[in-house]
C-alpha cells in the first residue's frame, strides 16, 4: 500500500472511528485508527498537497496540528529531517503522510507550502 493509498471501504468498517477536524476548512471527518492523516484527508476528498506520494521525501504535505498530538504516533527522525524544509514550520508541525492517528480526537490544519 503506497503512502497515499486510500482504506478499502471493508477495512474502513472493521477499525474504530475518531474525529479529525480541518479547523481552516471547517469540516470534521471520521477517520479511522490506523490511517495517516494524509489517507484520511483523501478518503474524504480534502486535497492536500503530497508530491513524492506520501513517502516522507518531500514536506507538500505540512499540517499544524492545533489539539490532539498526543493522538498521532511520535515523530520520526526522518520526518523532522523533511519538516526542516517545510514552509511555515511549528513547533506543531507534522507530515500528514507521515502522522499515523492512534484513536483520539485531532484537530489541524493544513500548512502553508509556497
Ligand atoms: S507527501 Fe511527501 S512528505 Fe508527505
Known amino acids: 500500500m503506497a503512502g497515499d493509498d486510500i482504506?478499502?471501504?471493508?477495512?474502513?468498517?472493521r477499525r474504530a472511528s475518531l474525529p479529525l477536524t480541518f479547523s481552516d476548512l471547517g469540516r470534521t471527518v471520521a477517520a479511522c485508527v490506523g490511517e495517516s492523516v494524509l489517507q484520511a484527508a483523501l478518503r474524504h476528498g480534502i486535497h492536500i498537497e503530497h508530491?513524492?506520494?506520501g513517502f516522507c521525501?518531500?514536506?507538500?504535505?505540512?499540517?499544524i496540528v492545533e489539539e490532539?498530538?498526543?493522538?498521532?504516533?511520535?515523530?520520526?527522525?526522518?520526518?523532522?529531517?523533511?519538516l526542516d524544509t517545510a514552509v511555515g514550520l511549528t513547533l506543531r508541525s507534522r507530515l500528514a503522510c507521515q502522522a499515523v492517528l492512534l484513536g483520539g480526537p485531532v484537530t489541524l490544519r493544513i500548512g502553508p507550502h509556497r
Open 7 to 13: 482504506l478499502p471501504p471493508e477495512e474502513v468498517a
Open 51 to 53: 508530491s513524492c506520494g
Open 68 to 82: 490532539g498530538m498526543e493522538h498521532l504516533t511520535e515523530v520520526q527522525d526522518d520526518e523532522l529531517d523533511r
Open 57 to 63: 521525501a518531500c514536506s507538500t504535505c505540512h499540517v
